[in-house]
């Protein structure tokens, strides 16, 4: 059984690392593995999710009983692994919040802020408009 290095990005957690896997590991199993690598924690119940798996080289998706192998994943491909919850699988009811002393903090909000939010009072009439590759992007100096 040979054993490749893939780079994944683990979309639950925005988390990219490499690992070194068997090429003949179908995907199902793959995005089993990967969850647990990124959640810290072995699945309590894996029946309660499917895993997506998609190579960017081959830009495709992976069939879940298909292995690395057979769907031409090659040593240094990138992985997206995605986790969903199966339909019809129930999810835990989020916790009541009781009411309580409100702590007391910064005076209301001005409208369109968010708390914890703020302006960078940045004068975007001053940028300095350069070219990439198929795309525009602005370069400012800051400070």
């Not at 009541?96 to 302006?119: D, K, M």
Request: glycine share 10%.
């Amino acid at each position: 059984m040979a054993r490749i290095m893939v780079s994944v990005y683990y979309q639950p957690t925005g988390e990219s690392k490499d690992f070194e896997i068997p090429d003949r590991m179908c995907a199902s199993d793959f995005g089993q593995k990967i969850a647990e690598a990124f959640e810290g924690k072995i699945l309590s119940d894996p029946n309660r999710f499917w895993f997506q798996v998609q190579s960017v080289s081959l830009a495709k998706f992976l069939r879940a009983d298909e292995t690395l192998k057979a769907s031409g994943v090659w040593d240094g491909d990138t992985l997206i692994v995605s986790k969903h919850l199966k339909e019809g699988t129930l999810i835990s009811p989020a916790p009541v919040l009781q009411a309580g002393p409100v702590a007391a903090g910064p005076g209301p909000q001005a409208p369109g802020q968010a708390a914890g939010w703020s302006e960078l009072n940045i004068d975007v009439h001053k940028e300095e408009r350069k070219s990439g590759v198929g795309r525009t992007f602005i370069w400012k100096k800051m400070g």
